[in-house]
């Protein structure tokens, strides 16, 4: 795993929920692991060149610009960002970067960034949702160019459905998205007959649950629907999103997945990625606003990841 004090240099300003307070909490809880749980070293910033993989030009700049010029958001939409901002994104996306590439070296079988901003919902010209750049989709365009791997599955369980990825990946013949949330709220996406197009057609799974649905009814809806994807994709790794806001009582999600289902959907990916993609699975930390539930379901999430 991986975390570090330098995420919460990205201020987001008072009460916001994506702050460095819910980090906190999150990090004193990882601390707690037992030590056989191997913390990655510090990662390194992510070249723009790799951010350029998956955006534009015109947007990586224009988030050099707006934080250099002190803004409180950015031009995109609603990211709230700082001075640190840039710097730490471009942190965030290259710690997962590093995790990626210990992880094709065989050096750990899967390993989780708790890494801030989010990325999820970051398309290629449009940072929003909290988000900045994507870093998700950075790692599997690096997975895709420096390692030459053709199947990449990334799934998504953030509350919110991951428009930003999806967006990037429609087209994509060798990327399978699937992305379970609650239906009918922000960005008001993935619905399940938006299923890719062209090439990609049928490698985008949305999986909308209804509010206040349990545990239960997700896993349930993973099996039929989740698991012929994975089966049929036969990844050779796996990428999470891995948000924590589907969790209940969080404040700005209505799922009410108790910490075994974070735990249970960690087990299949892992499961999936032992069949197709020899153990290979990197996740990264998506949402989360309430700061308890967010450090007890990620603690569960990387018990899994590490489990047999």
């Not at 989010?118 to 160019?145: D, E």
Request: net charge negative.
């Amino acid at each position: 795993m991986h975390y570090a004090a330098d995420y919460e240099r990205h201020d987001t300003g008072p009460g916001h929920p994506e702050s460095a307070y819910r980090y906190r909490a999150l990090r004193a809880a990882l601390e707690s692991l037992p030590p056989e749980i191997v913390r990655l070293s510090t990662g390194r910033r992510a070249t723009v060149a790799e951010i350029l993989l998956v955006h534009e030009p015109g947007y990586h700049d224009l988030v050099y610009q707006d934080t250099g010029s002190l803004a409180d958001f950015l031009r995109t939409g609603d990211t709230a960002i700082c001075e640190h901002s840039y710097d730490v994104a471009l942190e965030a996306c290259g710690a997962l970067l590093s995790a990626v590439d210990a992880v094709m070296a065989g050096k750990v079988a899967s390993a989780f960034c708790a890494v801030r901003p989010p990325g999820h919902h970051a398309s290629a010209s449009r940072g929003m949702g909290f988000c900045v750049f994507n870093n998700v989709a950075v790692a599997a365009r690096h997975l895709q160019a420096r390692h030459g791997l053709e199947r990449i599955a990334i799934v998504d369980w953030d509350v919110h459905h991951g428009n930003g990825t999806e967006e990037i990946f429609i087209e994509d013949p060798n990327v399978l998205y699937v992305s379970l949330h609650e239906q009918y709220i922000y960005p008001y996406t993935g619905d399940a007959s938006d299923r890719g197009r062209g090439a990609g057609l049928g490698l985008n799974v949305n999986i909308p649950l209804p509010r206040h649905s349990d545990g239960r009814q997700a896993l349930a809806a993973w099996e039929a629907r989740a698991t012929p994807a994975l089966d049929a994709f036969r990844p050779e790794f796996v990428l999470i999103s891995a948000g924590f806001d589907a969790r209940m009582n969080d404040p700005i999600g209505d799922l009410c997945w108790d910490d075994e289902t974070f735990a249970e959907m960690t087990r299949r990916c892992v499961g999936h990625a032992r069949e197709w993609g020899h153990g290979r699975v990197v996740s990264v930390l998506e949402g989360g606003y309430d700061p308890q539930g967010l450090a007890s379901a990620a603690v569960a999430h990387v018990l899994a990841l590490g489990e047999g």
